[in-house]
């Protein structure tokens, strides 16, 4: 089969570093650690996994992150995978074949891949307090080399080890628990946003709005940010929505998918963003020694659905005393100045995947969920898919993805079909 692997080598990864300024695209070329090659294709780990044909499969902004270097080379996650990479988790697929243990009628269906390798997929007995609760984004297992029945190597799903072959491959394996039947009433390209958008709805969920009266931003205009509007909107908030977006293109998503307004961050200075939100929230900006600024006043609730250190530090900022960050962009804090955490008292959330989630007094996976909203009507998708390729036209695609502002990216998806 074909499929894109990713290898990392220490010495490769520091000349792409310092050659980025300059040329950019070294992470594209053969120093980057990326190709597409022939491979053999994964063995079932055991009789109750199958085996799926990749149909479509989005570019995740972490997999971008990766690629670009944004993660810190001593980046924690690095226990949570292993190389090569296989990559690739964002998927709508169909099965091709079933272990003896499986049902065959699932055989030619079409599928969402639920891509976390939590405890149950391991064939970890007993489950940890998390998988036990149904919290399996927080699966305390995602580290087990060789643990559980299965013998898995570490990694938090499919796509970030190289045991099971990723979603960027014609073919891959996965667990029968993590199969999530895909209605006829469902386009394999609405299907393919079940991820980012499921990713979102976890988040809006975590925050536990309980009335319409919070004031809310969403800090990025990405599919995160623009899926966490729409999962505001599809679960019933009819408050107040400000999207901070870079891009006028974003800007009007944004609007589509239910924003009150639009926050324009794109060639402005600090302290013009600053005191815009101060005058949509009544707060005042101060500003202290080195240009330092700091807001009294804010938002009850934020969502930083960027993950940069420009992001977390205004999202602290930008929040009310009391009132709540959610965080849901993959990244890192170091360089962020803290303070107004404890010295507002705000609540930080962290947001990571998906789960089992109770709503409306059910207990529902956030992949059917998404997929019962799409069903409905209530979660947009209209103009979320920007752009598809081949396989072979990667690196032509993830270009695309990581400049998103000239292209007016919003998901890119290799198309299998």
């Not at 946003?193 to 309980?210: I, K």
Request: aromatic letters at 8%.
């Amino acid at each position: 089969m074909r499929a894109l692997v990713l290898n990392i080598k220490p010495l490769s990864w520091a000349v792409c570093k310092a050659l980025w300024p300059v040329w950019p695209g070294a992470v594209l070329s053969s120093l980057g650690g990326l190709r597409l090659g022939e491979m053999v294709a994964p063995e079932l780990p055991g009789d109750d996994w199958v085996r799926v044909r990749t149909r479509l499969a989005g570019l995740c902004g972490t997999d971008l992150a990766i690629l670009a270097q944004k993660q810190r080379p001593n980046s924690i996650l690095q226990a949570y995978s292993s190389t090569p990479l296989l990559l690739g988790h964002e998927n709508v697929s169909e099965v091709a074949s079933v272990g003896p243990a499986v049902d065959p009628s699932w055989v030619g269906r079409r599928v969402c891949v639920e891509p976390t390798l939590s405890c149950v997929p391991r064939g970890i007995e007993p489950l940890c307090e998390c998988c036990r609760r149904g919290a399996f984004g927080a699966c305390e297992n995602f580290d087990g080399d060789g643990v559980g029945r299965y013998r898995l190597p570490p990694g938090t799903s499919i796509g970030y080890n190289a045991r099971t072959g990723g979603a960027y491959g014609e073919q891959f394996v996965a667990h029968v628990s993590q199969l999530v039947p895909v209605s006829d009433e469902l386009s394999d390209e609405q299907a393919v946003l079940t991820d980012p958008l499921a990713c979102s709805l976890h988040a809006v969920l975590r925050a536990e709005l309980q009335d319409n009266s919070p004031t809310v931003l969403v800090y990025g205009g990405g599919i995160l940010g623009l899926g966490c509007v729409a999962a505001l909107r599809a679960t019933g908030f009819a408050g107040r929505i400000d999207l901070a977006a870079r891009h006028e293109f974003q800007a009007s998503l944004g609007r589509k998918m239910g924003a009150s307004e639009i926050v324009l961050r794109q060639a402005r200075t600090s302290r013009e963003r600053f005191e815009e939100i101060a005058v949509r929230t009544g707060g005042r900006v101060r500003e202290v020694r080195f240009g330092n600024l700091m807001l009294s006043g804010g938002y009850d609730v934020v969502f930083d659905c960027v993950g940069s250190v420009l992001s977390l530090g205004e999202c602290v900022k930008w929040t009310a005393g009391r009132g709540k960050v959610v965080l849901v962009g993959t990244g890192h804090g170091v360089g962020v100045d803290w303070t107004p955490v404890w010295f507002r008292e705000l609540t930080i959330l962290g947001a990571y995947g998906r789960q089992v989630e109770h709503w409306q007094g059910r207990r529902i996976g956030t992949y059917p969920l998404v997929h019962e909203f799409m069903q409905a009507g209530t979660l947009p998708t209209d103009g979320l898919l920007t752009h598809r390729f081949a396989l072979a036209e990667y690196r032509e695609a993830f270009a695309t993805a990581l400049n998103k502002a000239s292209q007016g990216a919003v998901r890119v998806v290799f198309d299998f079909r």
